[in-house]
Every structure is written in structure tokens, then in C-alpha cells.
């Protein structure tokens, strides 16, 4: 089904209420987030391919706190905004959130278990898909201990270092970031030395990954590293009961003391 | 005979002490372990154990205060979903969790840190070296 | 407030992938890959992901410097090409072309490239040209 018209619609309403709304634009063929003010650049208004508007959106407050702004979001990257402003990293207050739901091919490609913004949507594009089951994840839990050593290391060996995982995470906003730090990650070593830098940005992603997959699709190396991370993000839920970007209130676990009866 | 090499992070205020009363009670206990002290159990990162894992230690031990006792109040909360969740990321990663271990010593456990220490070891020994599995 | 991604290549190396610099108030501030691109597929490299970082730096060479003694001071123009003209045309007299010798950049164009081996093998005199891809 078209989204793109009522998408336009819907923008071109919410312009009237806000400084600027974030969403993506084709020029010369090729498609990129951009901040649209006014109706006439809306022509050049695009759909798809995703990316990771809640990083811009970051970006644009962090220069101009008290500009109200728009953005158009998909399911996982609403649960990005959700988990960065529980981190105080986005003033949710200041924006309005246009909901544009993901078409099955689309789910199926990200194998999305939500591909659709429920939360934070004052207005809604585009019919809701059925949620996708990762079969990778399932592959992987079959498998044995020495199974699962061998599959990663095939994986990780490919991996040149590039920090695109990190670059591209829209939860990734550590001035300092620990990856970049001498002790535990040497420099000049490509691959990294097994497995220090995958399990630390695993361990990293724990309470924070929202699976919008930005990671696995911007590795040069194609690394199934959400594979790994969905297989936290159920543990975190099953040990904490805590799901990332499922609601504005509950805190993540990991920085919170534990229940202990007493 | 290859013996595993485990290192335990010991805490400053309860298991440290925990560990320095099996040594003055004469509590033998396996020489495998390299105690390193640190101010609390909530300092042991995740990088630092895997850091820990990648120099050629075949099984991590990491040892805090009890529940209510830490110095530091909710640095062992800390340490206790980190562990757990490190546990899993080794698990779907092939290394076998059972390398990693956390328990809780106080400073009057002499006993029980040195049956800790025993016990950790031997499941530590039925496992390969660790250097083989990173080779 | 304005916000907008300019579509352009990569000035490292001969993959020449696309990558879009994300402009903010004028300012250059991040890049970010283009997804769907048939040579670069969505993807950069370490190097990719920070082209943009040479252009606000604030060691970039923005005037002519010419060293006195041990250090330098900002010139013009005219009196930069005067000075080097002068130069090269008494190295070429004594001790001969080829005691000089030109390092080009990855940062120019091929059309830059050309322009400055051209200069050093008619005008110099000398093959001594390299590139900086090459070592």
C-alpha cells in the first residue's frame, strides 16, 4: 500500500506545529534523513530504505535544545526513543512522533518481532505487519558449545575493526566509549583480538538493544551480530523482566540495585 | 600435570579479609587461585573478565559481600546481574560459562572461601584450557 | 536550524564508496553510509566513517606558511609561489632536476593528479613523482 502520501499528509500537517520534522529524502537517486521546514521540500520525500533517525534527532537537540521538532518513526525506532530519553539523551516533551508502521517484506528482511510504533504515535502511516520469528536466533540455539565457538570465530575473524556497530547504534553515545579504550581493545589489531571487543559491545547492549538492526546492516563484514544480541535482549527480559523500549516508565535493570527480600 | 589457572577478584571489605582468615586459620585450600584485591566486587567489569579470560586465565572467580553488607551499599546488586548476564553472552558465544563463577564471602568465612575456591577449581579443571579455546 | 546530508565519495581509497556528510547549520558534523548503493552497499570503513574529520580541524592548513628558522609565519600567495618558483628554478640549475621530487595525494582529484605529474616531468624536469596510495 502507498504510505508515502499519507505520510506527506501527515507531515505536512505537523509542519504547521513544529520547527522542522525529521524523515528521509531522495536526492540524486538516493535516500537520506533530513530535516524538512518547509512544504515545497516534501516532493523529494522517501519512504525507505531505514535509518537511524533517533541518532540524528539526537544530534539536532544536543545543537537546538528548544527547537520543537518532528520525526517520522518505524517500530524499532521508537523503542530508540524511548531508551535514549530514558538516558536523558532526547527531550521527548519538545517532539511528536509520526508512527509509520513496516510492510511484511520489510519485517520479514529485519526479521522484526514489532515492526510497528505503538507507544509515542500521535498519527499513524501504513497497516501494521505480523511480528517476524528470528530464525537465525533459533539456529543458533540448537547448536552446542563447540558449535557456537566455531560459528563465531568464522565471524568474527572477518570483522576489520571499522566501528560501525558502534558508529550506527542509535544507543551507542558514550563521549568515551569503552571499545576505544587501550586496556581492553589493542590498536592497530584487525581482526580484534578475540573475543574482547564483540562480548564487551554484546554486554553493552544489554537493557539498551531495541533490534532496529542498524548494526548487522551497516557491517562492511556482514557479522550476524544481532543474532547475539536477541538472544540477550530475551535473557534480560526473562531475568529482569525488562523489555527495551516497551514503555516510557520501567528503568533499565542494569544500573538498579536488586529485589532482595529481607 | 596441567593445574587450571584461576584468578579471583576478592573484595576489599568482606571476602578479602574472608580469604586472609583461611590463610592465618591454616585452611589449605588449592593453589591454582591468583587473589587480586579490588575495593569492591562492583569494580569486576565485564571488560576486565573477559580482559581476564583473553591473558590465559582458564576460569574467572569473583567474590563479593553478602546482600545489605557491601561497603559501598549496591555495588554487589551490580556485580550479580552483570555476572548473570555475562554467563549468558559466554554461553551463546561457545565459551563455557561454568569458567565464570560469583559467590558471596564474608569477612568471617574463612572456610567457606577456601570450599569455594576447591569446588571452582575442580569444575575448572574438567574443562580445557582456556588457551586452547582461544587459540 | 537546518539539517541535511550532501551524497558524495570517499577520498581514501580506490573503492570509492559513497558516503554522505551530515551537515548541521553549515557545519560538518558526522557521516553516515548510503544504503542501497551498488558499490558500497551501506557500508564504510574505519577510514569512511571518519573522512569528515580533516575538514573543521583546527590544524588544517587554511593560509601559506613560510618556516624562518625553526618556526613559521603566515605569507600571501604571491609571495608563497615567488618563494617556491625561485626555489625550484635554482634546484634545477644546481644540483639538477633530479634532486627533487613530488609527493601527490589519495585528497586530489585524478584530473590534480595528472595536472602535477605533468609539472614534475615537463617543468621540473624529474621522474621522481609518487603518491601517497603507493607507500
Known amino acids: 500500500m502507498n504510505r508515502r502520501e499519507p505520510l506527506k499528509s501527515a507531515i505536512e500537517e505537523l509542519l504547521d506545529d513544529v520547527d522542522g520534522v525529521l524523515a528521509l529524502r531522495s536526492t540524486s537517486g538516493h535516500v537520506a534523513p533530513h530535516l524538512f521546514c518547509g512544504r515545497q521540500e516534501l516532493e523529494e520525500l522517501a519512504v525507505s530504505p531505514k535509518y537511524s533517525l533517533p541518532a540524528t534527532l539526537r544530534l539536532i537537540q544536543a545543537a537546538h535544545p528548544e527547537a520543537r521538532l518532528g520525526i517520522v518513526c518505524r517500530g524499532c525506532e521508537e523503542r530508540g526513543l524511548i531508551e535514549m530519553a530514558k538516558r536523558n539523551q532526547i527531550n521527548l516533551d519538545l517532539v511528536t512522533v509520526i508512527g509509520l508502521a513496516c510492510t511484511p517484506e520489510e519485517a520479514e528482511e529485519c526479521r522484526c518481532a514489532k515492526p510497528y510504533p505503538s507507544v509515542l504515535v500521535e498519527t499513524h502511516v501504513g497497516e501494521r505487519a505480523e511480528p517476524v520469528v528470528d530464525q537465525l536466533v533459533e539456529e543458533l540455539r540448537q547448536k552446542d558449545v563447540a558449535q557456537r565457538m566455531e560459528f563465531w570465530r568464522k565471524h568474527f575473524d572477518r570483522c576489520i575493526k571499522c566501528y560501525a556497530c558502534r558508529n550506527a547504534c542509535p544507543q551507542c553515545f558514550c563521549p568515551e566509549c569503552t571499545l576505544e579504550e587501550g586496556l581492553w581493545v589493542e590498536t592497530g589489531e584487525v581482526p580484534p583480538t578475540y573475543p574482547t571487543f564483540h562480548l564487551i559491545r554484546a554486554m553493552h547492549t544489554a537493557g539498551k538493544c531495541v533490534g532496529c538492526r542498524e548494526c548487522e546492516l551497516s557491517c562492511p563484514a556482514g557479522i550476524p551480530l544481532t543474532t547475539l544480541y536477541a538472544l540477550i535482549r530475551e535473557d534480560v527480559r526473562e531475568m529482569f523482566g525488562y523489555e527495551p523500549g516497551a514503555d516510557l516508565d520501567q528503568q533499565p535493570p542494569l544500573v538498579l540495585p536488586v529485589e532482595v527480600e529481607s | 600435570m596441567w593445574g587450571p589457572q584461576i584468578v579471583a577478584y576478592a573484595c576489599t571489605y568482606c571476602s578479602y579479609p574472608g580469604a586472609d582468615l583461611a590463610g592465618t586459620s591454616r585452611i589449605k585450600y588449592s593453589p591454582n587461585v591468583n587473589i587480586i584485591r579490588v575495593l569492591c566486587s562492583g569494580r569486576v567489569s565485564p571488560e576486565l573478565i573477559l580482559r581476564t579470560f583473553r591473558e590465559g586465565a582458564d576460569g574467572v572467580l569473583v567474590l563479593g559481600c553478602h546482600y545489605g553488607d557491601c561497603h559501598f551499599i549496591s555495588g554487589n546488586h551490580r556485580t550479580a546481574k552483570r555476572v548473570a548476564v555475562l554467563k549468558r553472552v559466554l554461553e551463546y558465544s561457545g565459551i563455557d560459562p561454568n569458567r565464570l563463577r560469583l559467590e558471596w564471602v564474608s569477612a568471617s568465612e574463612g572456610a567457606r572461601f577456601a570450599q569455594v575456591v576447591d569446588e571452582f577449581t575442580e569444575t575448572v579443571r574438567q574443562l580445557e584450557p582456556m588457551e586452547r579455546v582461544l587459540a | ?135
Not at chain 3, 61 to 81: G, H, N, Q, V
Not at chain 3, 100 to 108: D, G, N, R, Y
Open chain 3, 1 to 135: 536550524m537546518e539539517y541535511r546530508n550532501v551524497l558524495t565519495t570517499c577520498p581514501y581509497c580506490g573503492t570509492s564508496c559513497a558516503l554522505y556528510l551530515q551537515v548541521l547549520d553549515g557545519k560538518v558534523v558526522g557521516t553516515l553510509p548510503v544504503k542501497g548503493h551498488p558499490v558500497s552497499q551501506g557500508a564504510l570503513c574505519i577510514k569512511g566513517w571518519n573522512a569528515h574529520g580533516f575538514i573543521h580541524h583546527p590544524d588544517r592548513l587554511t593560509r601559506p606558511l613560510i618556516r624562518e628558522k625553526d618556526s613559521f609565519r603566515e605569507a600571501s600567495w604571491d609571495e608563497a609561489y615567488d618563494l617556491i618558483a625561485s626555489k625550484f628554478s635554482a634546484l634545477k640549475e644546481e644540483p639538477g632536476p633530479d634532486s627533487m621530487a613530488v609527493l601527490s595525494s589519495a585528497k586530489c582529484t585524478n584530473e590534480e593528479n595528472y595536472l602535477l605529474q605533468k609539472f614534475t616531468r615537463a617543468v621540473l624536469g624529474t621522474n621522481n613523482v609518487d603518491h601517497c596510495a603507493r607507500l
